[in-house]
């Protein structure tokens, strides 16, 4: 018996609408709009976003590239089914790995990719990534929205971001002159960031907590939301301590790896950051993490930020006009610790202290 097909097939019996991708574009046209910098007033839609460079001011610029996702947090608002922050999250991820290197976020970009495409869920995750990009200064100029039917489970989809800066030639950082007895100052995080969410996942596991129930951390807000909070991102703040007091030698974006991964990404070999984790701010989320899943507090400093989303480095004169222009910005900025010789079999990043979780 032969079988009958139908005939006729279109991309939509096929699990593609390419209409709801028309409607997504127009949803978030004016969100879009609103990212509009010097060197970047085109319209999304055409092939590759333009920028150009002597309109923003630059005259022997470097560019300074950066990519990054938002990880396993995005099952978090899958599941509790809040979309509209993890796009800040996307656009930190990036533009803060910019400005470690003294970079002025220029543009961005993303990358949207779904299993089925929902127009209204799609608006929300743009309109996150826009706001991010008018915290960092930055131009969305352009993204590709991939609809795979097959490859997400329902409801699923993933971000990744692309983030393009530049500073003018000999400004980059970390500066050549970082010396032993330099101090290092840490910049206040707004909770877990946008790494270690696979842990963090796992712990709320163990503990049977919904992402709808009480925060046990955050009153007011459930444990979704609280989680949810986005990362911090530091562009502008940073960008006026670099300029006005011309002092900070070395940033290190507190990311996935921790104090003991990223402080000495940012240091000579011959040097360490010794770190006084009494001074730690810790935010009762990191509390709460460590008591309720056990974690040792040598895994919450490589896993987590622990409260320190950034820190930075400057000669020990330097330091109070430094704190100065973060506060002012309205960042929580303190001394963290000092620049100290690297000896023998010396870890990169050592500790003073004991943390107080």
């Known amino acids: 018996m032969s079988e009958t097909r139908k005939n006729g097939l279109t991309y939509s019996d096929a699990g593609v609408d390419i209409d709801a991708g028309n409607l997504l574009v127009e949803k978030i046209k004016p969100a879009v709009k609103s990212t509009r910098r010097p060197g970047a007033d085109s319209e999304i839609g055409g092939f590759g976003g333009l920028f150009d460079l002597k309109a923003a001011g630059f005259s022997d610029p470097v560019l300074v590239a950066a990519n990054d996702g938002v990880g396993t947090k995005l099952k978090i608002a899958i599941e509790a089914g809040k979309h509209d922050t993890v796009g800040i999250d996307l656009v930190a991820m990036c533009v803060n790995d910019l400005v470690v290197q003294g970079a002025e976020p220029l543009f961005f970009l993303d990358y949207f990719a779904t299993g089925s495409l929902d127009p209204e869920q799609g608006a929300d995750i743009v309109e996150g990534i826009a706001e991010g990009c008018r915290q960092a200064g930055c131009a969305l100029i352009g993204g590709e929205t991939a609809e795979m039917p097959g490859m997400y489970a329902k409801g699923d989809y993933d971000l990744a971001g692309f983030a393009v800066g530049a500073a003018e030639r000999g400004q980059l950082l970390p500066d050549e ?59 502008k703040p940073l960008l006026a301590a670099i300029r006005e007091p011309g002092s900070v030698k070395a940033l290190a974006h507190i990311t996935g790896g921790g104090f003991p991964e990223n402080i000495p990404r940012v240091l000579p070999k011959h040097l360490s950051a010794a770190i006084d984790l009494e001074t730690l701010i810790i935010p009762p989320v990191f509390s709460w993490l460590a008591r309720a899943g056990g974690v040792a507090p040598a895994e919450m400093l490589r896993t987590f930020n622990c409260g320190v989303g950034m820190i930075g480095v400057c000669a020990e004169d330097k330091l109070d006009d430094v704190l100065a222009v973060l506060r002012r910005e309205g960042e929580t900025a303190y001394k963290l610790g000092q620049i100290v010789p690297r000896e023998g079999d010396m870890e990169g990043t050592v500790y003073r202290g004991m943390i107080n979780l």
Do not use: M
Not at 203 to 231: D, R, S
């Open 177 to 235: 002159d970082l010396a032993e007895g330099d101090v290092i100052f840490a910049l206040a995080s707004s909770g877990v960031h946008s790494n270690g969410f696979s842990l963090v996942r796992r712990v709320a596991e163990l503990n049977g907590i919904g992402w709808q129930a009480a925060a046990p951390f955050a009153p007011g807000k459930t444990f979704g939301e609280a989680l949810l909070e986005p990362t911090k991102i530091y562009v």
